[in-house]
């Protein structure tokens, strides 16, 4: 008798619904049913019929989310129950551990610059998942660690699982035609950035780090987010406003990043980011911010570049450093996608989610 396994997450800007598509196409199947409930209209599209769900994202309304769990745990005589995320975690176990084992992978932990007033009553979350659920998996070591130093007693129930980043996204289109649609001349590097246009990606940062630069440099912004209009005010204001191209949500971002000198990231903080994986995945040599789990993608000065955060002269100098050597980004691009492929294996990754969901661990 096959094992059922029900994926269920809140909102998400893609990274997670991909990963979550990607364990649910790999092993539903060979003794293995994997289903998933999230809410309508995310980003990514799902290998099977998604289950209508939604997890709140403040702090009330989930007495509704835990009976709608209860019920489609019960309903569907689900053996597992993997959540992804701390509201869902603590939604989940609460709706299912009687019924179901539950485990929770933990992408990224709570930050004052998005949870705000919220952000000590929301940090409460952390420990409670851990204690709550059968096992807990994080993205990161960075994440790993805050867990165990903020929930003691489970900690032997917290491990690191990256996130396998599968296969290069399909490219279409090739290096000319990019440049060709953006009109760079020969001497213009292209920078790329796919980002969520949001506070913590500390855009304005990347900007004047674009304006500081001693080489011809084009930036191209691929994303979507509330500070779209700001960010526009703020790039014709710095004069930039030729050299910074808003494209959007684009399904070929994959074109423009494999086509790009660099891949450029400014964040104030980060988990581990599916993006950088990508560029990395495509060829593309990363400079970015020293933060969150940027440290076990990229290791400075070897497969790429890290920078202190809220630097743009830093970030100024390592994108020249870059776009002025060609041999350099060969370099570190290689390396980069070398050590990507030993440590965020894909077959690891899945290989371990199907032996925790076919082992009987005492949640109940």
């Not at 099977?48 to 709140?56: E, F, N, V």
């Not at 032997?156 to 990019?178: K, N, Q, S």
């Amino acid at each position: 008798m096959s094992r059922r396994v029900l994926q269920l997450l809140g909102r998400s800007a893609g990274g997670i619904a991909t990963h979550v598509a990607q364990i649910t196409k790999a092993l539903d199947g060979d003794g293995l049913v994997v289903d998933v409930a999230c809410p309508p209209g995310l980003p990514v599209e799902m290998p099977k019929p998604a289950i209508p769900l939604s997890i709140p994202n403040g702090l009330v309304g989930h007495t509704g989310a835990i009976r709608r769990i209860r019920a489609l745990v019960k309903q569907g005589d689900y053996d597992v129950v993997h959540a992804h995320g701390l509201r869902a975690g603590i939604d989940a176990a609460l709706g299912a551990r009687r019924q179901a084992t539950v485990m929770v992978t933990v992408h990224n932990l709570v930050r004052s610059e998005i949870a705000g007033a919220r952000a000590r009553v929301d940090r409460l979350a952390e420990p409670l998942v851990v204690r709550l659920c059968t096992r807990t998996l994080a993205v990161s070591e960075e994440i790993a660690s805050h867990l165990r130093a903020v929930a003691p007693g489970a900690a032997d129930r917290i491990e690191v699982l990256y996130l396998g980043v599968g296969e290069p996204p399909e490219v279409r289109r090739d290096t000319a035609a990019i440049r060709a649609e953006l009109s760079l001349g020969d001497d213009d590097a292209l920078i790329v950035a796919v980002a969520r246009l949001a506070p913590q990606k500390a855009l304005p940062v990347m900007f004047d780090a674009l304006g500081r630069m001693r080489s011809p440099a084009t930036l191209v912004l691929l994303g979507e987010g509330p500070l779209e209009n700001e960010l526009r005010s703020i790039a014709e204001l710095r004069g930039l406003a030729d050299r910074v191209h808003f494209l959007g949500f684009r399904k070929d971002a994959a074109d423009y990043v494999a086509a790009a000198d660099v891949f450029c990231l400014s964040s104030t903080w980060e988990g581990v980011p599916l993006s950088v994986q990508e560029a990395i995945l495509l060829g593309t040599p990363v400079v970015s911010t020293d933060v969150g789990g940027m440290r076990e993608i990229v290791t400075d000065g070897v497969s790429g570049r890290l920078v202190p955060p809220g630097r743009p002269d830093a970030l100024a100098d390592a994108l020249d450093e870059l776009c002025g050597s060609p041999q350099l980004r060969a370099t570190l691009a290689a390396r980069a996608r070398r050590d990507l492929a030993t440590r965020f294996s894909t077959p690891a990754m899945l290989e371990r989610l199907r032996a925790l969901y076919l082992e009987d661990l005492d949640a109940r």
